[in-house]
Every structure is written in structure tokens, then in C-alpha cells.
């Protein structure tokens, strides 16, 4: 069988292994000179190509190094592999092709007609826009001038009154004031540099209590009740009010500013420098 003979892969493979004992090449040899793996080598043989990894490249790459290796025409071997992977068609099997399709398809020679795709042109765009701002403002100068030349409507004029018609209205007096005076009435009862003793004709007694330096010790006592015992201040000051007496031991009496009901008590007028006993009574 001659090289043009082979049909298939497995007779293109018995074709390389006869020529390759013809000339006593062992596939050792051949491994050797190509570096192709003896079971690929046998692929070959057998016409089992699809064992060769890689696809056509490597198929084909294989097939040349071998063919070479064996003394063979590598560009021969390569072409018959070609003409078994895609064959030929013979002159009977083209005239029947022919016949069968006599007559082209329509479709495989129309033309694609070119779709139409509207893209506005920017100058014309920009005339557009153009013409709208030109109209926009016509219609505004033209507005303007229709108001402008309407006959304003004058304004009704009011509704005539009678002015010798007159309202009366009675005077708005004024509230009484107040009283604001300080009604209450003190009376200095007693005086001995220890002891001050003050009545007051009032509602309630009212005492504001002032330290104005250092610090002073007081004691009260409201109705006989004791109110408060302790030390105030320089700034600190207290208001007591009783119904019937409030009796104030006062400790460093020139520091100190007592109001009574309004009015200011002096406990400085005899021995200024000693603790005083402040006694107010209500007048019944």
C-alpha cells in the first residue's frame, strides 16, 4: 500500500509502521531522536491520534518528527493527515452537490439593508434652540405691551360719611394708686447697751438681717420658738417674720444692718462693741 492508498488514520498509522520496520528503526530509537514518548509513538501506529494531548498542533508536530526520523517525506505525511481530517469531495459528489442546490438561496445574497439611525446634527440643534429663545421673548415683549396699554380701573371711591355725627365716648379713669407708703409704726421702747427693745404697730414683724463684713453669731427666736442659731457671713443676710415677738441675740453688732419693717434699727448707739439682745413685740 502506497502512501496515496491510505484512507483512515489506522492505515496511515499501519502505513508508518511498515516503513519504519522495512528499515529496521526500533520506537526506542525513535524515542530517542524525536523525545516523543514510546505510547505516543505507538498512538501513531495505530492510528490513535486522539491519545496525543494537545490537539492538532501536537499531532502534527509528532507526525512530521516522526516521518523524519524514519527517513520519510514529513511534508507528504502532513498532507495526507489533512486529506483524511477533512476530505476531498470527488467531482461526482460536487456535480450532486450542484444538483441539489441548483439554484442559490436568496437569503446568502441579499444584502443587508443599513438601519437608519437618526443622530440630530448639533448646528441644527442649535438653531433650534435658538428660534425658541426668539419666540419665548417676542411673546414676552408682546405681553408687556397688551398690559401696559389696558385702561387702569380707577378705584371706588369711598362711602361718604356724616360728619356731624359724633360718637361719645366716656373718659377712662385711671386706677386709684396704690398706697405704697410703709404703714407700720416703730417704737423704740428701751435701750441699756444690752438690751433693745422695740414695739411695732403692724400686721406681722419683718426683720432683713445683713452682715455687711466679717462674720457675726446670731440666735432667733420666733414666738418664743428658736428659729435659727449660727454664723452668717460677710454678703450673707436672712428675713424673719413672726405674728407676736421675734427676739435676735446678735454677737458683733457693728458689722451687722437690721431692717424693721422697713425702717432701719441702730444697735450701735450705746456699747457698740457688745453682744445685744434685740426684743421686738408686736402692739396689740
Known sequence: MDLEDVKD???LGEYLKRMRLSKNISLEQIQKDTKIRIKYLSAIESGSFELIPGG??????????????????????????KEIVVPTPTEDE?????????????????????????????????FILAAILILAVLIGVVSSFIIST???VEPASPTPTNSDTTVETEPV????????????????????GRKIVYTVEADIINVRFE????????????DGILEFEGHLGSGESKVWEAKDSLTIR??????????????EVNLTAKNPTKA?????????
Not at 95 to 124: A, C, M, T, V, Y
Not at 176 to 184: A, I
Not at 211 to 222: G, S, Y
Open 9 to 11: 488514520f489506522k492505515e
Open 56 to 81: 492538532e498542533v501536537y499531532i502534527k508536530g509528532f507526525l512530521k518528527n516522526y516521518a523524519e526520523a524514519v527517513g520519510l517525506d514529513s511534508k507528504a505525511i502532513l498532507e495526507r493527515y
Open 94 to 126: 460536487f456535480s450532486g452537490q450542484i444538483l441539489e442546490d441548483e439554484s442559490p438561496r436568496q437569503h446568502l445574497f441579499e444584502e443587508k439593508k443599513p438601519e437608519f439611525i437618526f443622530r440630530p446634527r448639533l448646528k441644527n440643534f442649535s
Open 150 to 152: 389696558q385702561t387702569p
Open 173 to 192: 379713669q385711671a386706677p386709684p394708686e396704690e398706697n405704697k407708703e410703709n404703714t407700720s409704726v416703730i417704737h423704740l421702747v428701751e435701750d441699756d
Open 211 to 222: 452682715v455687711e463684713r466679717d462674720r457675726c453669731w446670731i440666735r432667733v427666736k420666733k
Open 250 to 263: 446678735v454677737g458683733n453688732p457693728p458689722v451687722v444692718r437690721v431692717n424693721l419693717n422697713g425702717k
Open 276 to 284: 445685744k439682745d434685740l426684743v421686738i413685740m408686736r402692739k396689740q
